[in-house]
């Protein structure tokens, strides 16, 4: 039993129409979920730099805070670890006195403040000294697609370690 002739014009018209439509909302919304996607992969791709920055802090001051080891070494590791996720070229890295800061009154100075601080020499530093290392790097320079809007950034830690 086939369909009267009437109804297979009518059939097709919708499915002609039903296509037309497919592509009018496929070109609203997949801009967006672009956008959506490649949002979730930068934001992922900022939190890995974040974290990798801060583990090669944490470990350049443990690598720092034991006797004979010079400022320019713990330098030198951060960079080293650094290297696989930014270009150290863009990299901020300080290493700094933090003898003003210990007190028992708790502090959060800010990265400014922190960057005031006097240099210190890890190899020349007493014992129980307390010194921080600071790393910074700017949003724009580690971006997959780097945005205008997100200029000035900066993605930035700093770890507090005493001088064994």
Known sequence: MSMPLLQRRRAARIRDERAGTTIVETAFVLPVF??????????????????????????????????????????DRIEEIMAASVDVANLSLFIKDADTLDTPQPQSPSGTQIEALPDIELGDTDVSRLFVVRGTVGYNELAIIPMTFMEGVTLSTQIFMRHE
Do not use: D, P
Not at 47 to 71: H, K, P
């Open 34 to 75: 672009l956008i959506f996607v490649l949002g979730i992969v930068e934001l992922g791709n900022a939190l890995m730099v974040q974290n990798t920055l801060r583990s090669a802090c944490r470990a350049g001051a443990r690598y720092g805070s034991t006797e004979g080891r010079s400022t320019a070494e713990v330098k």
